[in-house]
T-cell receptor
Framework: DAGVTQSPTHLIKTRGQQVTLRCSPK?????VSWYQQALGQGPQFIFQ???????QRGNFPDRFSGHQFPNYSSELNVNALLLGDSALYLC?????????????FGPGTRLTVL | KQEVTQIPAALSVPEGENLVLNCSFT??????LQWFRQDPGKGLTSLLL?????REQTSGRLNASLDKSSGRSTLYIAASQPGDSATYLC???????????FGTGTRLQVFP
């Protein structure tokens, strides 16, 4: 059983560019959450997707947007990249019906903005 | 606003020691609390999940306790090994939202 997978592993972009990160949830899971983890910090919640809709959003600007597909996989898009967007982006999956159950995290995508 | 604090920020111990990592949170209306392990540059691995109605959970050499009234949780690691070296993060799940609030972590190094 494959766990949560993310692609790409690493990404280097320049300021002002746009980036798309991808996540496939653990088999059987229907909910995907995205987190941003700056160096030396704990992960910060970006948003959560369920049934192809954004259910909740953290304190992130509209430059951060997402999408969930019918197969439950998800994308995170960041427009007009800033140096401060450099971070590890983590995807977590769960079953919404088991609210507050264990979240399973992927290995992350390391984004560097130059 | 829920805030999660972890003490100490870093810890270096010789192999074989028993150790305690601390986590405190400001809002006791949590749904559950989870402890995670993160190896450098990697994703998070869930270690233990404690429901708000529980007081502790155990898995192998790990034991986590939860005291909601005082806003504290501890992670006890028995007989530490070099392979335990990693950053340990605690996170609380708020009762009225569907998201985890993380602490900044404790970076643990166990040397032979």
């Amino acid at each position: 059983d494959a766990g949560v997978t993310q692609s790409p592993t690493h990404l280097i972009k320049t300021r002002g560019q746009q980036v798309t990160l991808r996540c496939s949830p653990k088999s059987g899971h229907d909910t995907v959450s995205w987190y941003q983890q700056a160096l030396g910090q704990g992960p910060q919640f970006i948003f959560q997707y369920y049934e192809e809709e954004e259910r909740q959003r953290g304190n992130f600007p509209d430059r951060f947007s997402g999408h969930q597909f019918p197969n439950y996989s998800s994308e995170l898009n960041v427009n007009a990249l800033l140096l401060g967007d450099s971070a590890l982006y983590l995807c977590a999956s769960s079953l919404l019906s088991f609210r507050a159950a264990t979240q399973y995290f992927g290995p992350g995508t390391r984004l560097t903005v130059l | 606003k829920q805030e999660v604090t972890q003490i100490p920020a870093a810890l270096s111990v010789p192999e074989g020691e028993n150790l305690v990592l601390n986590c405190s949170f400001t809002d006791s209306a949590i749904y559950n609390l989870q402890w995670f392990r993160q190896d450098p540059g990697k994703g998070l691995t869930s270690l233990l999940l404690i429901q708000s109605s529980q007081r502790e959970q155990t898995s192998g050499r790990l034991n986590a306790s939860l005291d909601k009234s005082s806003g504290r949780s501890t992670l006890y690691i028995a007989a530490s090994q070099p392979g335990d070296s990693a950053t340990y993060l605690c996170a609380v799940w708020l009762g009225n939202t569907d998201k985890l609030i993380f602490g900044t972590g404790t970076r643990l190094q166990v040397f032979p």
